[in-house]
Nanobody, 122 residues
Framework: VQLVESGGGLVQAGGSLRLSCEAS????????MGWFRQAPGKEREFVAA????????YYADSVKGRFTISRDSAKNMVVLQMNSLKPEDTAVYYC????????????????WGQGTQVTVSS
């Protein structure tokens, strides 16, 4: 499955951004989806995940209450709505897919997008 992210950009602290990830080349409904991010000089970290059915979601503590992950199976798309953004949210955000249940571990995902840059200014 191929993944393409979009929606990144520059925003002031307190603002919002909506990241989208469009999947192609596979049966989208069997994949659980995740969002990860990587800041300069840091390891790629888990942000949010959603089950293949969309019925379960999971968030990193750092984004809980501010970010929302959702999926639209009709459009083969997963969305990360990011509100109340902080400078520490600045990173390249990656969409990832895996067959089966969702997971928070980077190594559990076999498919990755190319990433989209999110920059939050103070």
């Amino acid at each position: 499955v191929q993944l393409v992210e979009s929606g990144g950009g520059l925003v002031q602290a307190g603002g919002s951004l909506r990241l989208s990830c469009e999947a192609s080349g596979g049966t989208f409904s069997i994949y659980s989806m995740g969002w990860f991010r990587q800041a300069p000089g840091k390891e790629r970290e888990f942000v949010a995940a959603i089950s293949w059915s969309g019925g379960s979601t999971y968030y990193a503590d750092s984004v809980k209450g501010r970010f929302t992950i959702s999926r639209d199976s009709a459009k083969n798309m997963v969305v990360l709505q990011m509100n109340s953004l902080k400078p520490e949210d600045t990173a390249v955000y990656y969409c990832a897919a895996r067959r089966g249940s969702y997971d928070t571990r980077r190594g559990a995902y076999g498919y990755w997008g190319q990433g989209t840059q999110v920059t939050v200014s103070s």
